[in-house]
């Protein structure tokens, strides 16, 4: 049973609103949507899940439009749906009415599935790949702007900007990334696309303390990707990066969640297994080099705890009391067992991820994704 004081069980605030607890369900890809809309089985997932008294929990990644897909059945975040979205907050809020809801707003880019959505690229076009130009850019631009705006009006607490994991808004701000229009080349230009989104999201909200954040990938693992000096750099050299975080400061980010790696491209780096477990120290590293920039202006949120099994807690533990990380995120744990923090808070048994990867494959193979040992959840 998880002793009533640990720090884990402390509220802690995300901006302007408090945070039950340090749990964090991260976002997980269900690849479950009904025409993209929302499904019974999604609203389904996230009540089970809410039903966990997780501190934060971040809804998967949803597209900003329909041709910006990687599963087939992701859903879109568009005015069309806001039905669906406001009933799956609503089961939500039922189910644990202090639970945080935030939305994950992404574009797939390279990584849309070329059978069933459009792949694009934002340099170097490979043949199947639609090479975006800048009006095409500041449309994309205008759908993230717009699918914060629709996720605050679905009751959601805040979204995720998301910027990690090889999508549209990681490949944005790589090195890599020599554009020559405003989008491309300079630091500046790379994070062109944050740093105007964020104020412009900001001024167009109701609720002025809808909290706003974002995922990173703080080292990719390939050439001229996040987390390297330059186009034909591939080894980690962070210092842009960091900058990424204090320029994130300056936008009045409320958190960052700090993840890294590609999965299906540097997969063991996002989500280490059995035979890749160590990889969890570096997503450490990352998170304690944020927190170590950041300060108190942003909350740190740390990546990939499932590996560690039930040695997660301990671990989660000394990293919140070192002032480490803010909070603790899990992703395949949430899907082995949604109600986690609260069967530790009870003392019941806990059905830990066995690191499987049965998750991962259901999603490579474009079916509805969940736990393959424990699928009742
Ligand atoms: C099936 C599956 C779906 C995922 N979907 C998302 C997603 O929608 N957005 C995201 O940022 N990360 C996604 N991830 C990455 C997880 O959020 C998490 O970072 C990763 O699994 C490592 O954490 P863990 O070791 O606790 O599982 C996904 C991972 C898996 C295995």
């Not at 389904?44 to 087939?72: F, H, M, P, S, T």
């Not at 554009?179 to 999201?201: Q, V, W, Y």
């Not at 320029?247 to 059995?274: C, F, H, K, Q």
């Not at 477990?277 to 080099?289: I, P, T, V």
Request: charged content about 25%; glycine content about 8%.
């Amino acid at each position: 049973m998880l002793d009533p004081n640990s720090i884990l069980l402390t509220p802690r605030n995300i901006g302007k609103r408090i945070a039950q607890n340090r749990f964090v369900a991260q976002p997980m890809e269900g690849n479950d949507a009904l025409d993209h809309a929302v499904s019974e089985r999604a609203i389904a997932r996230y009540a089970k899940l809410a039903q966990g008294k997780w501190g934060v929990i971040v809804i998967e990644a949803l597209a900003v439009q329909d041709d910006a897909l990687a599963r087939k059945n992701q859903m879109v975040i568009s005015r069309e749906h806001l039905s669906g979205f406001k009933a799956l907050v609503a089961a939500m809020k039922e189910a644990d009415p202090n639970v945080l809801v935030l939305f994950q707003i992404t574009h797939s880019g390279r990584k849309s599935g070329k059978d069933f959505s459009r792949p694009t690229a934002l340099y170097a076009p490979q043949e199947h790949e639609h090479f975006l130009d800048t009006e095409e850019i500041e449309e994309i631009q205008r759908l993230f702007i717009e699918a914060a705006l629709i996720s605050e009006e679905a009751g959601a607490d805040g979204v995720d900007f998301k910027l990690c994991h090889g999508y549209f808004g990681c490949e944005m701000l790589r090195p890599a990334n020599i554009r020559n229009d405003k989008f491309g080349g300079s630091f500046e230009n790379r994070t062109r696309f944050l740093a105007e989104s964020i104020p412009e999201i900001r001024r167009r909200l109701v609720n002025k303390n809808f909290i706003l954040g974002s995922r990173i990938s703080y080292w990719e693992g390939i050439k001229g990707g996040c987390g390297t000096a330059g186009v034909h750099e591939a080894i980690e050299h962070l210092d842009e990066m960091d900058e990424l975080l204090r320029l994130m400061v300056r936008l009045g980010l409320d958190y960052v969640n700090v993840s890294a790696g590609i999965p299906g491209t540097t997969s063991e780096i996002t989500r280490p297994t059995a035979t890749s477990k160590w990889f969890y120290l570096h997503q450490f590293r990352y998170a304690e080099r944020a927190k170590s920039i950041v300060g108190d202006a942003m909350q740190v949120f740390g990546s990939a705890y499932s590996v560690l099994q039930e040695a997660a807690i301990g671990e989660a533990e000394y990293n919140l009391q070192e002032g480490r990380t803010d909070f603790i995120g899990w992703g395949r744990q949430t899907l082995a067992d949604p109600l986690f923090p609260t069967r530790l808070m009870q003392g019941e048994a806990v059905d830990y991820c066995k690191l499987c990867s049965g998750c991962s494959k259901l999603m490579v193979k474009q079916e509805r994704v969940g736990c393959i040992l424990y699928p009742a959840k």
